[in-house]
């Protein structure tokens, strides 16, 4: 986009930094791409987080995408990220019948 001079409307925000948790079968092809891409400084893997450290990060974030497709934590994860007022969203969480 080019600016012509005229002031935006929108308030200036910082460019994300998404945290990536969990030790998924695409974490490495994950790492990689993030590598390949130049946002190794703005992009943050971690294997674990505690629930305490959790809840004590979930303030600093604007959004939640849970990606898990299992029945893991059954969502938990989602619903302490709206009790914080967060936008939220995974991969469809209804069954999906056969063709």
Known sequence: ???H???????HRPA???????????RE???QRVVELGLRERVRFERHMSRAD???RLPRFEAVVFTT????????VLIEAQAHGLLSGS????PRSPA
């Open 29 to 31: 092809h994950l790492q």
């Open 16 to 26: 994300p930094h998404p945290h990536r948790v969990g030790k998924g079968p695409l």
């Open 5 to 11: 001079g005229h002031r935006s409307s929108r308030p």
């Open 1 to 3: 986009m080019h600016d």
């Open 54 to 56: 959790l809840w004590s």
């Open 69 to 76: 497709k299992g029945l893991e934590a059954f969502g938990l």
């Open 91 to 94: 991969p469809s969480s209804t």
